[in-house]
């Protein structure tokens, strides 16, 4: 029982990591329909740009917020002008081969100019233990999951309870009715773009102390967190955490008492079970698009 409760608790960590990636791609779906494949290099990207800043001799916090103004250019403005808003008349098909050209441009473009080897990366806790009931828990592990856990609900309690966020869903909800009401709709859609790439330096700042920085960490982010956006419901916010959660947990107990060969293979599992079972998600609600 101690060993399955270390796994449950150490699984957490890791799920509010993907839960970050999710929260990501059911964002852009709300407020714009758009998948973007290349979610695990957003996150890959900027752990790299703040080990370039800690590198120079910022402090974390400043290359923390130095790093979210170029991603927020780079990874919000840039994507939506360069990549969704030349692509977005043409169907959703389009940009879902433009986002996966984009993460292998990225991927390869990173071990190309940067490296190719896996960098070390400084954690925001420090080094130590706690004992509970028998169950050994990380500090980094509990401080991982608290922060997620916290990130994602503020920006639910941003989108539920300020005006901006309102405007955001009521622009994610009917497009023309929100437009019709005044509310600024490319500029709601930019405001997702920019919460997304917020949220892909706060998962990167969390995931790179224990994954380290490579140019490949975002490959298995992006698909798990893909699949974790699903699980818990692609137009429920919440669901992204149900669903990371979920991830995070079952593929650490399946390394452990099935094989480790199988841990990458359980979300995809769990994505095909919940899909047969409930297509919109656990947690997400039917709904029609118009095509």
Known sequence: MTDFLQLFFSGLATGSIYALAALGFTLLWQASGTINFAQGEFVMLPAFMLLAFISLGAPMLVSFVLTVLLAVVLLGWVFKRGVVDPLFKFGMMPIVVATIGLSIAMRNG???????????????????LFNIAGVTVTLQDVGTFAMAVGIVLATQAFLAKTVTGRAMQAVAQNTESASVLGINVPRMILYTFAINAVLAVAAALLVTPTYLAKFDMGEGL????????????????????????IVGVCENLAAAYLSPAYKDAVALVIFMVVILFKPQGLLGRKEERKV
């Open 110 to 128: 990173m071990r190309a100019g940067y490296s190719a080897e896996a960098h070390p990366f400084p954690s925001l806790f420090a080094d130590k």
């Open 222 to 245: 992006g698909t798990k967190a893909f699949f974790a956006a699903i699980i818990g419901g692609f137009n429920n916010s919440r669901g992204a955490l149900l669903g990371g959660l």
